[in-house]
Structures are given as structure tokens and as C-alpha cells.
């Protein structure tokens, strides 16, 4: 019994350390080299991009290994949001230049968000003893050298290209060149990349190279020319101009270098490009996605397809999306292109706002694509899996219609003015049983003492009633039971024994007396029990009542009677009267979560998001498990409101943290007395009984605002919705101060939120 008694003592501590465990958002940190290859004197840049961070980040950390060398670094940071979410994207670069040739390992690469360090893996970097060596035809002459190629050199029609042009250096120009890129007809064009700069090999003689990239698609197939490109070029001359004020070479002579015309051979795609083919070229990947899983047929939803990898991205038609279950109204295109000059992957987002035309389970197939891979000559298809909507009934209802009252509702009643049971009184009659439970038990050392009395008294009436032989051998065996107890009975024995077998004159009486008190001391103490028992029989009456006084009760007949008239007028389509009654109730004092719901409810049928987010909010904060509450709120997700981090009470209802309480209590006494398990039994008794009025006074003092109307929060340029949940600051002169997570706070009108709880 005490065994099980423990067991279950542990098992609901356990569950109580589960219930306040929550989780935390991880911080991300990648790492990555432009180039891993270079030459000694040239750089390359070390990207560290660090995401997720709650806190302060810190400038990232790492050796740097002799033969390298940091000649630069920079700091940017993005700031996205997202389905309520903000989300903050930190963005170092270092640029690192090779001093001699070899191989070396950069990291790992240390940054530290608030306490904590996150580190990431190690990057390669190999710099090689020679520069780039260049080549071709009329690479020597002259001053300076145009080359003009395109990789790869012979292209499918659409696939992405790079347009590589690079001016060859052979003498020191006095300014910059003035450079001309070529045309490029039967090409789509991207953006032109920054130019970059290295030294390289030209036949024994190092020359300065700068290189040009831009990301070229063919459009058609057959020969393509690009044209020359020219850079106009004031070479220095050897003589200074002691007038100069900065003692500088003076301009010898201008130059003009060309690039001869590059023909470039575009082959076509193969003939029976599948279905969906709307002349997507490269290798790509495609994701499938929505918004959310459920909705209602009112309530619209963003399904998106997304494109990634290096393709003609740019040049790709969306993709018919078609349903027989579905009403397609609005479609757009997000771009997200790499670097220019680049052959990096890039996004593209096909978005389209959907709606649906019946409610149930509805499975919306995505949109069929097709893609031609250059890397294996062949076209292939997107085998994407659908996507699974649940789809509820109309959740916004015009002015003066409704649909009846949600069937939740009706199995779901509510008595407004019942009282929950009070934990930290549950507490204390969960410590009086267990105190109880061990006083009884106590009890049980009556039967041991009597037990441990019926030899003893055996003794005491052999020796007092018997005579003659008998009383000698009573008073022999008395004498041995003695000694094996550890008496001093030596001297006793020796007398007795000298009477019984050696006939020699004894004083029985005396012996008789001596025995009588020797036996009378041994025999153990008989506690008094009695007082014990009526004490734990007192200690379970007062838990008892202390239970029923502090326990759940019904509320008075008539706020629930008001709440059934409310509800029935619901169901008959009085909208008005219903919600009236409901908000009486509130503003009496009846702030159960179910009545929320309801308010919740009646604000969502005419469209109002923001007052039903409002009224959700304030719901949770009463019962945050409640069922209809949960219903309501899951509908008003699926109309945009209720983003942002909507602070609650733990979802641990008040009649648990109670009948925690007393099982800690209980078990604390069953396991008396140990003193130290019973000590955390107690500990976690009050704790438990403690915790429940504790999060509600703190959820009462946490300043709580509800967005009513779409409103710019100023300071931070952004947007907040209607339904939109913030951190209450601030209130001064009609404004208030609010945060919208993630580090984003600002000013807004005190007229736009509504408070739920006022700012401390």
C-alpha cells in the first residue's frame, strides 16, 4: 500500500513539472564562403547569417589562421513579418584576403544571443600559389584586353546563362574606365553583378583582371551574336607633372579596346514538353503550401507554389490553378533572385487567394508544372501532394442575419455564477489527511507493544501464582528469558539453581519478589493511542469541511436562467437581444469563459474580427481549456485575427491545481517520516495551491490591447490588423505605447486597440 501511495505521489509531481515546462524558439546561425577557392592576393567574403535570436547578438567570433587576413567586415539586418510572427535576420560579412598558398579551416564561428553561445560548423578555404592564369587569341597586345564569353557556351533555350566579360589590365590607368556592356539581342537580361577585381597570369606576367557577370537567358533558338563590348581607358604615362597637386601620372594617351562579336549557338527544346510546361529551364524544386488547414466558406485562404534552384526564374508563366471546389479571385508573383552576376539558387512564389464553395473535408490539388532540366536533357514534373482542407460553415454573416446558435453552445451550458474551487484551500485540507494518515499509523505501534508484552506477562504469572517444584522451574526459565535480554541476573541464577538441585535453603519469597520487579521493568511501554486516533478522526472531519467550503459550488438559478433566455433567443435569430443579455451578465461580474464565447461569436457574425479577438482573449484569461471558447477561437484565426502573442493563463483548470494539491498533501503524510520527501511534499503542496490566484493576479496587472481598426504603429512603419494582439506599455494624453513582438514597439491611437488588461 505505502509503495502504490508513493508511486502515485511521484507520478503527480511529474505531471505537474510537465504542465509548467514550455518550450523556446531556437536561434540559428549559418555560415558560408562566396569563394572557397582563391589565389594568394585575392579575397573572398564570410557570410555569418544569424536568425531567430530573442536577445542581443553578439559581433561573431573565430581565429583567423596565419596566411589569412580580415581586411573588412559589415553588419546588415533584416526584418520580416509574418502570420503574426516578427522574425529578425542579423547579417555579418567579413572579407578575407590569402597572404600565402594552402589550405585552411575557418571556425567554428562563435555568436552569443543573450547567455547563451551557438556555434557553427567549419568552413574550408583553399588559396593557391598561382593567380588565375588567362589566355585567347590578342590577350597580350595593348595596354588592356576585352574578353567576352558565355557559360555554358552552348545553352538550351531559357536556360540561365552567365555573361562573363573581363577587362585585361597591362598598364595604370590615371581614372576609371568608361566601359560599355555588350548588346545582347535574342537574350532576356537580368541585373549586371558588382565587378570584382584579381590578379592573375598572363604568360609569366601578373595583370590585373576585372570581372563582370550578368545572368542572360535565350530566348530563342538557332545563333545568337552578343555584341562587343568597349571600355574607353586614359592609360598613365611615366612623366609626373610637378603642378599636380597630387604629384600624379599625367594621362599619356586614351585608348579605346573592343571585344569581337560572340556568336552563341541556342539549342531548342525537345519536342513534348508534358502538360503544365510554361517554359520553366534549369534545376528546380517545388513546395506545395497554405496558409492554414481549416477555414470557412467565407473566410478566404493563400495556397502558394514555390520555386527554387537555378532557372530561368524570371521568365516562368504561373500555372493554372482550377477546382471544382474552389473560386480562384487573386493571384500575384514574389521574385527572390540571387545575387546578380550570380549562379546561386533563387525563389519564385506563385501565390493565389482561394475560396471555398463547401464545407467538409475538400482536397485542392496543386497546379500541374513542369520543368526542362538542361543537366539531363529532359523535361520533368512537380509530383506534389495535395493539399487537406477542413472547411467549416459561413463564419461572417451580413447585419441582421444568423445561422442560429452553434450546436457547441448547446452541449457546452454554463452556469455564470459558479464558483471554482479555491487550490490554496485544498492545499491545507490535503496537508490536514496527511497529517491525519500518519497520526492513524502511528497508531499501529499499540499492537506491537502488545505483542512484544504477552511473553513478559507469561512470565510474571508463572512466577507469582505457582509454589514449590513448580515455582523453581518457572523461576529458571523466568531467570534465562531474562539474561538472553542482557540482565545482570548471574547472582539470581546461581541462587535459584542452588535451591532447586543442591536442596539448600533459599527464600522463595524473596527470589519470587526480585523476579516480579526484573520482568515488571522489561516489559515495553504501552503508548497511549487513543488520543492519537481522535486527533486523525478530528484531522479528516475539519479537511472534509474545509473541502466543502472551499469547493466548487453552483452559482445562483438566475444568471444561468438569463444565460438560456440569451441563448434562445440566439437560436431564433435575435442576434441583438441575445448579445445585450450576454454582455449584462459580463458587466455583472459573470466573467466565464463560455459567456466570452458567446460575446465572441455574436461579434464574428458581422464581420467584426477585432471585438471577437478582443472577447477570446478575455475568455482565455478565464478558462483558457474551454471547449467553446477553443471553437470560437479557431474560427477567428481563420478570419486573420488573434496574431501575435496572445498571453493566457496556464491551461490547467483551478478544480486540478486543487485536486493536485491535496494528492501532494496526502502523499506527503503517507510518507512520514522521512523527513526529506516529505518536506518537498509539502513545499509542492502550497506551491500547487499557490499557483492558480498567483497567474491570475499577474495576468491582471500584464498590460493586454486588442487592434480594432487597421492602424500604422508609428516608430516602426508597420502595419498592425484588425484582431491583432500587443503588449499594453504605455497610456499617455489618448495615446498608447504598445509592442507587437519581437522587438517592434511604437505609438498608436488609444481609440484603435481595445484593452483588455490596463498597462502597470
Known amino acids: 500500500m505505502r509503495r502504490r501511495v508513493r508511486r502515485a505521489w511521484l507520478l503527480a509531481c511529474a505531471a505537474l513539472l510537465v504542465l509548467a515546462s514550455g518550450a523556446r524558439a531556437a536561434t540559428q546561425i549559418q555560415a558560408r564562403l562566396e569563394r572557397s577557392t582563391i589565389a594568394v592576393g585575392e579575397a573572398t567574403t564570410l557570410q555569418v547569417v544569424v536568425s531567430g535570436a530573442a536577445g542581443g ?265 482550377a477546382g471544382n471546389d474552389i473560386e480562384v479571385f487573386a493571384s500575384t508573383v514574389e521574385d527572390s533572385l540571387a545575387p546578380a552576376g550570380s549562379d546561386g539558387a533563387g525563389r519564385k512564389r506563385f501565390q493565389w487567394t482561394v475560396l471555398a464553395r463547401r464545407t467538409g473535408h475538400l482536397r485542392l490539388a496543386a497546379p500541374a508544372f513542369a520543368w526542362f532540366d538542361p543537366a539531363t536533357g529532359s523535361y520533368r514534373r512537380a509530383e506534389l501532394p495535395p493539399i487537406d482542407l477542413e472547411v467549416g460553415p459561413a463564419l461572417f454573416m451580413g447585419a441582421g442575419e444568423s445561422a442560429g446558435l452553434p450546436p457547441v453552445f448547446a452541449r457546452h451550458p454554463i452556469d455564470p455564477g459558479a464558483r471554482a474551487p479555491a487550490p490554496w484551500a485544498w492545499s491545507l485540507a490535503g496537508l490536514m489527511l496527511g497529517a491525519a494518515m500518519a497520526l492513524w499509523r502511528s497508531g499501529g505501534a499499540a499492537r506491537r507493544m502488545a505483542a512484544a508484552r504477552a511473553l513478559p506477562l507469561e512470565w510474571l504469572r508463572a512466577v507469582g501464582r505457582t509454589s514449590g517444584p513448580d515455582f523453581w522451574r518457572a523461576a529458571d526459565e523466568a531467570s534465562a528469558w531474562l539474561a538472553q535480554r542482557g540482565e545482570p541476573v548471574e547472582s539470581l541464577r546461581r541462587q535459584i539453581a542452588s535451591a532447586r538441585y543442591g536442596g539448600a535453603g533459599a527464600d522463595a519469597e524473596a527470589i519470587r519478589g526480585q523476579l516480579v520487579e526484573r520482568i515488571s521493568a522489561a516489559l515495553p511501554a504501552v503508548p497511549a493511542t487513543g488520543a492519537r486516533r481522535a486527533g486523525a478522526v478530528v484531522l479528516v472531519a475539519a479537511a472534509a469541511v474545509w473541502c ?112 493536485a494539491a491535496l494528492l501532494l498533501g496526502v502523499g506527503a503524510g503517507a510518507l512520514w517520516p522521512r523527513r526529506g520527501p516529505v518536506a518537498v511534499g509539502v513545499a509542492l503542496a502550497l506551491l500547487t495551491g499557490a499557483v492558480d490566484p498567483l497567474q491570475g493576479t499577474l495576468a491582471a496587472r500584464s498590460g493586454c490591447a486588442v487592434v480594432q481598426q487597421t492602424v500604422t504603429l508609428e516608430g516602426a512603419g508597420l502595419d498592425l490588423q484588425p484582431g491583432q494582439v500587443v503588449r499594453l506599455l504605455e497610456r499617455r494624453g489618448g495615446r498608447a505605447r504598445v509592442s507587437a513582438g519581437g522587438g517592434v514597439g511604437g505609438w498608436l491611437p488609444e481609440s484603435a486597440i481595445d484593452i483588455v488588461n490596463g498597462a502597470p
Open 548 to 659: 466543502v467550503l472551499f469547493g466548487p459550488r453552483p452559482g445562483d438559478a438566475r444568471p444561468a436562467a438569463a444565460v438560456r433566455a440569451a441563448d434562445q433567443a440566439a437560436r431564433e435569430g435575435d442576434l441583438t437581444r441575445a448579445r445585450d443579455r450576454w454582455a449584462a451578465l459580463w458587466r455583472a461580474g459573470a466573467h466565464h469563459s463560455g459567456l466570452a464565447a458567446r460575446l465572441a461569436w455574436a461579434e464574428a457574425q458581422g464581420g467584426a474580427v477585432g471585438p471577437a479577438a478582443a472577447w477570446v482573449v478575455r475568455g482565455e484569461r478565464a478558462g483558457a481549456r474551454d471547449p467553446a471558447l477553443h471553437w470560437i477561437a479557431e474560427r477567428v484565426r481563420e478570419g486573420g485575427g488573434l496574431i501575435g502573442d496572445v498571453p493566457v493563463r496556464w491551461p490547467v483548470r483551478p478544480l486540478e491545481w486543487a485536486v
Open 57 to 321: 547578438v553578439s559581433q561573431p567570433e573565430f581565429e583567423v589562421p596565419p596566411g589569412l587576413e580580415v581586411l573588412g567586415t559589415g553588419r546588415a539586418q533584416n526584418f520580416t513579418w509574418s502570420n503574426g510572427r516578427s522574425s529578425v535576420e542579423i547579417i555579418y560579412r567579413f572579407e578575407i584576403s590569402a597572404n600565402a598558398p594552402g589550405r585552411y579551416a575557418l571556425g567554428p564561428i562563435t555568436v552569443r544571443a543573450g547567455k547563451e553561445a551557438f556555434r557553427s560548423g567549419v568552413l574550408s578555404l583553399e588559396a593557391t600559389a598561382a593567380p588565375t592564369r588567362i589566355g585567347g587569341a590578342g590577350t597580350t597586345a595593348g595596354p588592356a584586353s576585352l574578353l567576352v564569353d558565355v557559360l555554358p557556351p552552348e545553352p538550351w533555350v531559357g536556360q540561365p546563362c552567365q555573361l562573363r566579360v573581363r577587362l585585361v589590365l597591362r598598364a595604370t590607368l590615371a581614372e576609371d574606365p568608361q566601359y560599355t556592356p555588350p548588346a545582347t539581342p535574342g537574350f532576356w537580361t537580368d541585373k549586371t553583378g558588382a565587378p570584382e577585381s584579381y590578379f592573375a597570369d598572363e604568360r609569366g606576367r601578373r595583370v590585373l583582371v576585372t570581372e563582370t557577370r550578368t545572368r542572360i537567358y535565350p530566348l530563342a533558338p538557332g545563333e545568337a551574336t552578343v555584341g562587343e563590348a568597349v571600355a574607353a581607358l586614359a592609360v598613365a604615362g611615366a612623366a609626373r607633372d610637378p603642378l599636380a597637386w597630387n604629384g600624379g601620372q599625367v594621362p599619356r594617351r586614351e585608348a579605346v579596346v573592343r571585344s569581337p562579336p560572340l556568336p552563341v549557338r541556342v539549342r531548342p527544346l525537345p519536342a513534348g514538353a508534358p502538360a503544365g510546361f510554361t517554359g520553366a529551364v534549369g534545376g528546380l524544386s517545388a513546395r506545395w503550401t497554405a496558409d492554414r488547414a481549416r477555414t470557412s466558406v467565407d473566410v478566404p485562404i493563400t495556397v502558394r507554389l514555390d520555386l527554387r534552384g537555378v532557372a530561368n526564374l524570371p521568365l516562368i508563366r504561373p500555372p493554372e490553378l
